[in-house]
């Protein structure tokens, strides 16, 4: 954190607030984040429940200052993981200023979506109402769809976005920069992500992982940063170990002659590049680590409470 007197006080006009992003898995929340922080700092796959700790993205434009909690998608949990997700998740919909419900436009009101509409029904903070992929479906569906989950639930505004295109992000942003309380800054103005580089260089090296082997390996795949080394010449050397369950799981992530892994690191190198705008060294080591979803510890590392009860 930065020292106090590099930030605003209170009391110079500004605002500052938590805004949650809540959703089925896949509804678009880190595509949304994304493009309202303009960078990327929560990573986005085609595949459901990538999410899985909060992650923060701050905008600050004007006056206000926002920082966005995207929580992992709210689903039905079966396993101890599952659950620990879905709890970070209302937890975070709890600790924030306004809740956003971010719904997918073209799936329309799935069971999923009645479940958060209850759940939701118990956080008393304001709500507002964003439908997701507007590019995919037809004007009068999308008013259908409006008026049916207003007639569910008290939201103060209904945005109908593109996360992808961008297309009505702007407004439902500045919408938000009004609506939060006043107050000082948490982060100084150029701060896009609290994320630590570890963590974030782990969140890129997960998604490129999952890009590449999506078919293959469940999601109790998990990367985490071993070392994070910022060399004299400026340069970062980041260690990382990809930890699977199975040694048939270790083979494939590895590939024919280590190929795969091989342009994993690559691919998430290139990115890493393009981030932190250095020369990056990155090692990746995949190990074999059975029942980690039992294990406390490792939800720790990703920033999970314990679910005690399987
Ligand atoms: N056509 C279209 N696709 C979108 C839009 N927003 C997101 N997507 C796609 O929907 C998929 C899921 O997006 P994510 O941002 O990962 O969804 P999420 O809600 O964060 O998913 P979880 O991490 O599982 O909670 C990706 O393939 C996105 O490219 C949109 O506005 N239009």
Not at 282 to 302: A, H, N, T
């Amino acid at each position: 954190m930065p020292e106090a007197a590099e930030l605003p006080v209170a009391g110079e006009n500004t605002r500052c607030g938590f805004v949650a992003l809540v959703g089925a898995p896949n509804a678009g929340k880190s595509t949304l984040l994304n493009s309202l922080v303009g960078t990327k700092v929560s990573i986005v796959t085609h595949k459901a429940q990538t999410t899985r700790s909060m992650i923060r993205g701050v905008v600050t434009e004007g006056d206000g200052q926002i920082v966005f909690i995207d929580t992992p998608g709210i689903f039905a949990p079966k396993r101890r993981l599952d659950r620990a997700m879905v709890e970070a998740a209302w937890t975070g919909a709890g600790d924030a200023d306004l809740v956003a419900l971010i719904v997918d436009a073209e799936r329309g009101v799935t069971p999923e979506i009645e479940a958060l509409l209850e759940g939701l029904g118990n956080v008393p903070h304001p709500k507002v109402l964003v439908l997701n992929k507007v590019d995919l479906i037809k004007p009068e569906k999308l008013l259908k769809l409006s008026e049916a989950l207003n007639g569910r639930l008290r939201f103060e505004q209904t945005f109908m976005i593109s996360a992808l295109t961008g297309s009505g992000v702007q407004d439902l942003l500045n919408w938000a920069l009004k609506r939060i309380p006043p107050g000082p800054w948490h982060f100084p103005e150029d701060q896009l992500t609290d994320l630590t580089l570890q963590i974030t260089a782990a969140e890129v090296t997960r998604e490129k992982l999952f890009l590449r082997v999506h078919d293959e390996i469940p999601y109790n795949a998990t990367v985490e940063g071993e070392k994070f080394t910022i060399n004299k010449d400026g340069s970062y050397r980041i260690d990382q170990v990809i930890y699977v369950t199975r040694d048939t799981h270790k083979k494939i992530v590895l590939g024919a002659g280590g190929q795969t892994i091989k342009s994993i690191g690559a691919e998430a190198r290139k990115e890493l590049m393009e981030i932190f705008e250095v020369p990056v060294h990155l090692f990746i080591f995949v190990k074999v680590r059975e029942k980690w979803g039992d294990d406390p510890e490792r939800y720790r590392e990703m920033g999970l409470e314990y679910p005690h009860q399987k």
